[in-house]
């Protein structure tokens, strides 16, 4: 899940790094089973929480008053822009101090903003921290409009004084975020509907929050019996429980009851997925973007050929798709397959449990091909209190990792002992955090924030040495098969799934571009093709699916989700490239995560040793999903 708006003023500096995690299952140790209560199980309130369990972040402010001090003094900072208005062009000396006011400004809203975020994300209930992180954006939003003049007087002085610009002592440490300023040239607008467009990051980011406060606070479940005779409070972050479950009945019902929810709010979603995509559009159009998919790519540098070329690979592998799902039907003894249906073990006798602790010891060994620093400094950032480890109530749902230049980089999990793909999950989230710390020690602030296309990579890159690691030890064809299901449904999840999201909204922008509004209908029949598309023709669509494409918080943040699918098909060939070679292939991988944002996204990758203009690493993925298909049909 990513954050950085919150933290964003002008742009000319580093933001927060927040990255989700996708949908993976690994076999650890067993362990006992809870004792079983007869009652509902609930949720414990956030201050029934062992403190032992929770991050701490004192390593950004001690507690709320620290933070309201700091928020004070900072506030009082932000007139300070004025001295500088209309005075860019003077020197390059006034331009360099300028920078440097505003990268103080960006620092301090950086442990601000991450501070207030995550207290929201310990409780989206409690007014305390709504109020702290709607103050903060209310002044974020002020120094984005008091700094809004930064960008047009820059890109407004002549080729020449430009040049002179970037030639000069005073603007050497700058002279990269100088040069990605003038990239934006064709983009930027004057100085008065700059400030305009800065004056409506609040209410830009309007639909996001509705769709966070609906989704996150206000829906309700209803409790589901599970395999084993007990009443649980049916909830975000169990819901993959309940569909991993080997009663098919329990998976059934939790999905319907799931989405009946949706279902009783499908209109509401409805204008408000809308409302996202307009508003995309809508920026897209006003800074003269061919499209707001171009405008969504422009920042990374990445060229449309990138997208469409996942979209046409994946296409050309979707029949090895359908065959898997009709293995998992007939080793499944099913007539026929359902969505709810694809997520338990096609074996589910290998079912285990798992600890907190033995989740991290597993990921350890998986990841010595990194060595003794990096592994140490992520175990003890796991067993210590990087991580927020269980779901509350109104606690936010899924996972992300919040790397901040000042902070612990700290991880938010919904940890439950009974869903093996959690342990992949904490390895994800690990990756992205220790992204964090070699790019936060590696980098200033100005280039220590990377692209969300590059935290992909380092976080499914711990999840491949981890199936592989899982692999080389399975005992018998049984525990192998095991394996590759989790892999197979790993590749499918993260590379074909995120797939099937990115094309969903390449569509939904180009209906809002040709004038087609995303009516509920509209929305619905844009998805269900999609879903026959990906599914094939012999998998069984139940209505419920059609809204699935309402509850999936990426699509707030647009053209988002295509960067699982790149990263995870880098991971896979950098996992090859640094376990199969010596100390260059691992020192060009730390290169990758010592980067920050000192290059574009493409260029750190090739520099890593992998080149995502073309479709080779995302072929080389689905090769390894097509073996691990016909393996699997054939050890089962």
């Not at 159009?285 to 070329?309: G, H, I, M």
């Not at 899924?398 to 992949?424: R, T």
């Not at 220790?434 to 590059?454: C, E, G, L, N, R």
């Not at 080389?472 to 892999?487: G, S, V, W, Y």
Request: hydrophobic share 40%; proline share 5%; glycine share 6%.
């Amino acid at each position: 899940m990513d954050r950085r708006d919150f933290f964003r003023v002008t742009g000319l500096g580093a933001a927060a790094t927040v990255a989700g995690h996708s949908t993976m299952i690994v076999p650890t140790t067993a362990t006992a089973a809870p004792p079983e209560p007869t009652a509902v199980k609930r949720l414990p309130n956030r201050d029934e929480v062992p403190v032992s369990d929770t991050w701490d972040l004192s390593r950004l402010y001690v507690g709320d008053e620290a933070w309201e001090k700091a928020f004070v003094a900072w506030t009082e900072q932000i007139v300070g822009y004025a001295a500088f208005q209309g005075k860019l062009s003077e020197s390059p000396g006034m331009l360099a101090e300028c920078i440097c006011f505003n990268l103080d400004i960006e620092r301090t809203a950086d442990r601000l903003g991450h501070y207030a975020m995550l207290k929201t994300a310990e409780d989206q209930a409690n007014s305390v921290y709504q109020r702290m992180m709607g103050r903060f954006t209310q002044a974020a939003s002020r120094a984005g409009q008091a700094a809004s003049f930064i960008r047009p007087e820059i890109l407004a002085l002549p080729s020449e004084k430009l040049d002179e610009y970037l030639k000069s002592p005073e603007l050497a440490p700058y002279k990269l975020l100088l040069t990605r300023i003038i990239r934006y040239k064709p983009h930027t607008l004057g100085e008065k509907e700059e400030r305009l467009l800065a004056m409506q990051s609040e209410m830009s980011g309007a639909p996001s929050k509705i769709f966070r406060q609906l989704q996150d606070a206000d829906m309700k479940f209803g409790a589901v019996t599970n395999e084993k005779g007990r009443r649980i409070e049916l909830t975000h972050s169990n819901l993959m429980s309940f569909l991993t479950s080997p009663d098919r009945k329990v998976r059934e019902t939790a999905f319907h009851k799931y989405f009946d929810q949706y279902e009783a709010h499908e209109h509401t979603l409805a204008a408000t997925f809308n409302a996202t995509v307009q508003k995309d559009v809508y920026y897209a159009k006003a800074r003269e973007y061919p499209s707001a998919l171009e405008a969504a790519l422009f920042p990374d540098n990445v060229p449309v050929s990138v997208y469409d070329n996942l979209i046409d690979s994946i296409h050309g592998h979707l029949p090895t798709l359908y065959q898997y799902f009709d293995v998992r039907r007939r080793k499944m003894g099913l007539k026929d397959i359902h969505f709810y249906d694809c997520y338990v073990p096609i074996l589910t006798e290998q079912r285990t449990t798992h600890t907190w602790n033995e989740a991290v010891e597993a990921i350890m060994a998986a990841l010595q091909p990194l060595g003794s620093e990096y592994c140490g400094v992520l175990e003890k950032g796991l067993k210590g209190r990087w991580c927020d480890r269980y779901a509350n109530r109104g606690k936010q749902s899924g996972a992300f990792s919040a790397g901040s230049f000042d902070g612990d980089p700290y991880i938010l999990m919904n940890y439950k002992p009974d869903v093996l793909d959690d342990v992949f999950t904490l390895a994800h989230e690990g990756g992205h955090s220790m992204h964090s710390y070699y790019s936060t020690k590696s980098q200033p602030f100005a280039y220590y924030d990377y692209k969300i296309f590059v935290a992909e990579v380092a976080s499914t890159f711990n999840e491949t040495l981890l199936n592989d690691y899982l692999l080389d030890k399975a005992r018998d064809n049984k525990e192998r098969a095991f394996l590759l299901n989790r892999e197979i449904d790993a590749i499918r999840g993260t590379i074909i799934r995120q797939t099937m999201f990115a094309e969903f909204e390449k569509l939904a922008h180009a209906s809002v571009e040709s004038n087609e509004p995303l009516t509920l209908d509209r929305i619905k029949e844009i998805y269900h093709g999609l879903l026959k598309l990906y599914f094939g023709p012999e998998f069984t669509l139940d209505a419920d699916l059609d809204l699935e494409c309402l509850r999936i918080p990426h699509f707030y943040r647009g053209f988002y989700v295509y960067k699982y699918a790149t990263g995870m098909s880098a991971a896979m060939a950098l996992a090859d490239r640094v376990t199969e070679g010596g100390p260059d292939e691992l020192k060009d991988y730390f290169g990758f995560l010592q980067g920050g944002c000192s290059k574009d996204p493409l260029d750190l990758l090739r520099g890593a040793g992998v080149n995502m203009e073309k479709p080779a690493a995302v072929d080389k993925a689905l090769a390894r999903f097509t073996r691990n298909v016909k393996e699997l049909d054939s050890l089962i």
